[in-house]
């Protein structure tokens, strides 16, 4: 896995408070409308996730040093290496504050902070700079950004004195990492040595990956289980939830489902929409190859009788997909506020895949 260690990428981190996830997703698809090529924005993970209600989110924004090419390759960032590294020592939960405090061999002593999977700052400072300074000011700045409570503070070093000008309200819990000269090497180990450690992709959504992972072909055969199961009962819904006294589990490697009262209407649209489609497999399959050929960031993915794909396109990409042969159409969306951009600006659109 290709780790960048650079200082010449930056962090931004916003709360978004009391939010639906489906205005978190609004939020998020008008901030990627602004981006610059070389920056990137997601949403960070959170431990549990409330479709229906409405809770905190915190929204990453990265900005990559001009030029480099997130095209072609996927990679991981240092910062988010150090986040797995300290989880695996402690579990870092998404309201957990923490700092990583090291010396690295490239003569550069390396602060990281966050709260959760998201990084707040990123700082490289001299070997010789005094640590329980530096570590101490970290603290404090990190008040700015709503810290006020215990933090987890993760560091090979010892001696390290945070002083109690920070706040009593506020404790440190000191986390000892395994001494070495060599803390990039560590961090390049653990990444390679632990398959649970997932990759930290930073050139895709959440949407993309999932088009062009190997899990997308188990979850058309759970899909499909689905139907076989269930398909006999959809005619007669108040029966079958009748028949649900209990739950229903279907189990498959990786993936877990369970059908109850409460969301078999649920379930009951996807068998239907399932059912409807002329091949799931195929369409999926196809929208894996159109958003790697055209680099496409995809906003929303939706499955009727056909996939489609809700993004922002340049005029030179609208030119090119609509000739091609895999797609149906192509819906452009009306919005003033794209008309004046120019032909170098995005707009929205919707993809159709036949």
Known sequence: MRVLDTDEVEFF?????????????????????????????????????????????????????????????????????????????????????????????????????????????????????????????????????????????????????????IGSEIACEKINIKKSDNMEKVIHDFLSNNSKVQSIIISSSYLERFLDTKILYPILLVMTLIVLIVNQCIRDSEKVIASLKGNTHVTIENMQLKIDRENFPVVKRLINTLKDSRDPAELFQKASKIRRKYNILIERLSLEKEIKIQTSLTTKTFNELKSDRDIEKIIQISNSEYEELGSNKKFGAIICIK
């Open 13 to 165: 981190l916003e709360k978004l408070n009391n939010c639906s996830l489906w205005d978190t997703y609004k939020i998020l698809n008008c901030k990627r409308k602004t981006l610059f090529q070389h920056e990137r924005a997601f949403l960070i993970k959170k431990d549990r996730l409330n479709i229906w209600g409405k809770s905190d989110f915190y929204l990453q924004k990265i900005s990559l040093p001009r030029g480099w090419n997130t095209t072609k390759e996927d990679f991981c960032l240092m910062e988010n290496a150090v986040e797995e590294l300290c989880n695996s020592i402690s579990e870092i939960k998404e309201r957990t504050w923490w700092m990583y405090a090291a010396n690295h061999s490239s003569g550069h002593l390396r602060i990281i902070a966050g709260i959760g999977k998201g990084i707040v700052l990123s700082r490289f400072l001299p070997t010789d700079s005094n640590t329980s300074q530096e570590v101490s000011k970290t603290v404090m700045y990190l008040q700015r950004f709503g810290m006020n409570k215990d933090m987890k503070f993760f560091s090979p070093l010892s001696r390290i004195e945070i002083h109690s000008k």
